[in-house]
């Protein structure tokens, strides 16, 4: 065969693969009906639930919970994410944080008060706590908030 011919052949091989390529084809396929592709089942994936938001019972359980929040915003850096970690709403932590602070700062105080009130509700007795923080009370609690090893958070 010459080159002649061979590129002819070449030429040849191309327009019909080309052709090929449009996707139009004369199969027995297109004869019959669509059918629609059967939807797969959904199955709910497992996942695993956060513990829901624990009611502190006592004042014992304010003040861990103060602690662990405390710790974890010495690490995260913003408060917002150290409670959204504990399921805790800022505003809980701002209203007892007069417990915490004050069995911190000053734990003869906070003693003599968890002694005297047995079944009252820590609502109550975080104020009762907030009305026997004294004036060099307060003063210590604001420098060790400024020192970053309390909360920065007042009850407003």
């Given amino acids: 065969m010459s080159e002649d011919t061979k590129a002819n052949l070449g ?8 052709s090929d390529s449009t996707g139009i084809s004369d199969s ?13 089942k959904k199955h709910m994936d497992i996942k695993v639930a956060k513990p829901a938001h624990a009611r502190a019972q006592g004042p014992e359980e304010v003040i861990k919970r103060y602690r662990k929040v405390l710790k974890t915003f010495s690490k995260v ?7 959204s970690q504990h399921n805790v709403d800022r505003g809980t932590i701002a209203f007892t944080a ?3 602070e004050l069995a911190i700062v000053d734990p003869n105080t906070y003693e003599s008060l968890a002694s005297t009130s047995t079944k009252e509700t820590l609502a109550a ?19 060790i908030k400024a020192k970053g090893q309390l909360l920065p ?4």
Wanted: net charge positive; glycine share 0%.
């Fill in 11 to 18: 030429q040849a091989d191309s327009l019909s693969e080309s």
């Fill in 28 to 40: 027995s396929e297109s004869d019959q009906p669509l059918r629609k592709a059967k939807k797969k």
């Fill in 77 to 83: 850096r913003t408060m917002s994410e150290a409670f």
């Fill in 98 to 100: 007069a417990i915490a």
């Fill in 125 to 143: 007795f975080a104020k009762k706590c907030a009305a026997n923080i004294t004036e060099e009370t307060k003063n210590k609690i604001q420098d």
């Fill in 153 to 156: 958070i007042w009850w407003k």
